[in-house]
DNA sequence: CTCAGACATTGACATCAATCAATCTGAGAC
DNA sequence: GTCTCAGATTGATTGATGTCAATGTCTGAG
């Protein structure tokens, strides 16, 4: 078990706004400018209340970490939960709580990704 | 959802010794001084090679968040997971991927809410 | 090619967090 | 009572992080 990667997983998830972010991509505001389904930073920056660079470094953290997927969809960037971050982070919590380094997550999971 | 104290939970997370220490708590080393099974502040400190004051900090915030809780015996503290903390955390995980704010998570568990 | 819009990057600043030395507290041993 | 030890608290320092203004980059429209 990798500690330090472990740490940057829940450092991801360790602060309010991106918690907010990763909310919206589940249940995206009606008048997305992306469409229905999808979400973009502007929608994001309005969201939130922050400034654009502040959206965009938050971003460049959940999808470093694995927890967001960012595509380039013309001008716009599209941006999409993606299972397989929670998936690892559940294991880990799993992972803490077991004598042997590796184990079972939560439950067996899953994920509707974000069916559009 | 609360956001805030759902990133208080996972900042506690957000360590590599902090998540040392959860594995410590889980696999206790052979020579604890508090005896098998259980994990003493003293021991922690060696196991990480973090001064004692450091330690100290580490286990209030863990105690603070819900994942271990601290137990006096005698001169010495005894330190312990809390399973309900794990659980916490999980739910949030699952709950992060619903469309509605509250959500069953890993464990089973049936949880209404205010939508945010 | 030129322009405008959507994000990313950079730089600067303020706040938070991790760390340790020094000190304090509280419990057992004497 | 005093002494000693475990660990909590305090204060200071250093590094990480959140935030925004300014600027850069890339794409589509004209």
Redesign the interface.
């Known amino acids: ?1 990798d ?2 990667t ?2 940057e997983l ?2 991801a ?8 972010v ?2 919206l991509l ?2 995206p505001p009606a008048n997305s400018c992306a469409g229905p389904g999808s979400v973009c930073a502007c929608d994001l920056e309005g969201e939130l209340g922050l400034a654009q660079p502040t959206v965009s470094h938050h971003m460049k953290l959940l999808v470093r970490a694995g927890l967001v997927t960012a595509t380039k969809r013309g001008k716009w960037t599209e941006y999409t ?1 993606n ?1 397989q971050g ?1 998936e690892q ?2 294991e880990l ?1 799993g992972a ?4 042997d380094s590796n184990a079972a ?3 067996p ?1 899953t ?1 509707q990704g974000v069916a559009s």
Chains 1, 2 share one sequence.
């Open positions: 078990m500690f330090d472990s740490a829940f450092k998830l360790a602060d309010p706004n991106r918690l907010k990763l909310k589940v249940s939960l299972p929670f982070a559940c919590l803490l709580q077991q004598p997550p939560c439950p999971k994920l």
